[in-house]
């Protein structure tokens, strides 16, 4: 089992809905969580990290963690095809300076 | 401010052949990062260092050693490069333990034939 599990995708969504991401991690002791977008052929660029159960919102971006679940959540408000992009999840573990990436998932804005 | 910068860019080997990715962070961070990322396999971490003077075993460490040469530079030897190494190669630095973010360089393309 990986330790951070995602749905690789494509994952179609319309312009203007929402994109809702997802995301569970393994290590219990897990602290900080990322998201991270990549486009093809450039580095992975941070959107939000959380590291408290809840929400925490920022701009179109709402980030929502579950510890309990072992599951974090990143929903887009609003889709512009410019949030076309590979999304990464990021799971510190235990020892906090180890950053695990999931496989990411593949999302495309249709017009 | 030039963040975090890899050479070479691109770079095409011969099986058996070795060579050392080279990353340089301008940043003063603390932790730094070697990943791989093939296609539909997100990144895989190689090898990380947690601080100068440290260096530990990630997810895919097979094939790779890694020398922390001082707080700036972090190199990835590859010694008998295979063609399943065949990846494009991120190095990552991050300033503090907790919640604080990794900061990518620009990525290495490394084809093994």
């Known amino acids: 089992q990986k330790e951070v599990e995602q749905n690789s995708g494509p994952l179609s969504v319309p312009e203007g809905a929402i994109a809702s991401l997802n995301c569970t991690y393994s290590d219990r002791g897990s602290q900080s969580f990322f998201w991270y977008r990549q486009y093809s052929g450039k580095s992975p660029e941070l959107i939000m990290f959380i590291y408290s159960n809840g929400d925490k919102e920022d701009g179109r971006f709402t980030a929502q963690l579950n510890k309990a679940s072992q599951y974090v959540s990143l929903l887009i408000r609003d889709s512009q095809p410019s949030d076309s992009a590979t999304y990464l999840c990021a799971v510190t573990g235990s020892s906090a300076s180890k950053i695990i990436f999931g496989s990411g998932t593949r999302l495309s804005i249709r017009p | 401010n030039a963040g975090v910068t890899q050479t070479p860019k691109f770079q095409v080997l011969k099986t058996g052949q070795s060579m050392t990715l080279q990353c340089a962070q301008d940043?003063?961070?603390?932790?730094m990062y070697w990943y791989r990322q093939d296609p539909g396999m997100g990144l895989r971490l190689i090898y990380y260092s947690a601080s100068e003077g440290t260096t530990d075993k990630g997810e895919v460490p097979n094939g790779y050693n890694v020398s922390r040469l001082n707080k700036r530079e972090f190199s990835l030897r590859l010694e008998s490069a295979a063609p399943s190494q065949t990846s494009v190669y991120f190095c990552?630095?991050?300033?503090?333990?907790?919640?604080?973010?990794?900061?990518f360089g620009q990525g290495t393309r490394l084809t093994v034939v």
């Open positions: 990552a630095s991050r300033p503090l333990l907790g919640v604080t973010e990794a900061f």
């Open positions: 940043m003063n961070h603390n932790s």
